[in-house]
Nanobody, 119 residues
Framework: QVQLVESGGGLVQPGGSLRLSCAAS????????MGWYRQAPGKQREMVAT???????NYADSVKGRFAISRDNFKNMVYLQMNSLKPEDAAVYYC?????????????WGQGTQVTVSS
């Protein structure tokens, strides 16, 4: 119903920056919010940042002030600007879209893009 494709991951040095992009296609009309989640080896997947179609944002405490999420509703794109990257930010980053249907959120996920923070 909804297809998500991430891009922009790669290798960056500590203190560097990357911008991730996510493109949504398919049945996009009922999307309530989009966001970014990440999963590092041996850890659970965690929310990084979310944004509603109305522009309300939410950030994990660990990235607040360093990361910024933005969206282009017309193009069905969501972005994650990551600044001052730390080694602990290294993970596979997944794009997420939520559809709210009769009080139930339906999650859609991209395939993930790897972010490596290393010297």
């Amino acid at each position: 119903q909804v297809q998500l494709v991430e891009s922009g991951g790669g290798l960056v040095q500590p203190g560097g920056s990357l911008r991730l992009s996510c493109a949504a296609s398919g049945s996009r009309f009922s999307i309530y919010a989009m966001g970014w989640y990440r999963q590092a080896p041996g850890k659970q997947r965690e929310m990084v940042a979310t944004i509603t179609t109305g522009g309300n944002t939410n950030y994990a405490d660990s990235v607040k002030g360093r990361f910024a999420i933005s969206r282009d509703n017309f193009k069905n794109m969501v972005y994650l600007q990551m600044n001052s990257l730390k080694p602990e930010d290294a993970a596979v980053y997944y794009c997420n879209a939520k559809r709210l249907v009769i009080g139930v959120y339906h999650d859609h996920w991209g395939q993930g893009t790897q972010v490596t923070v290393s010297s």
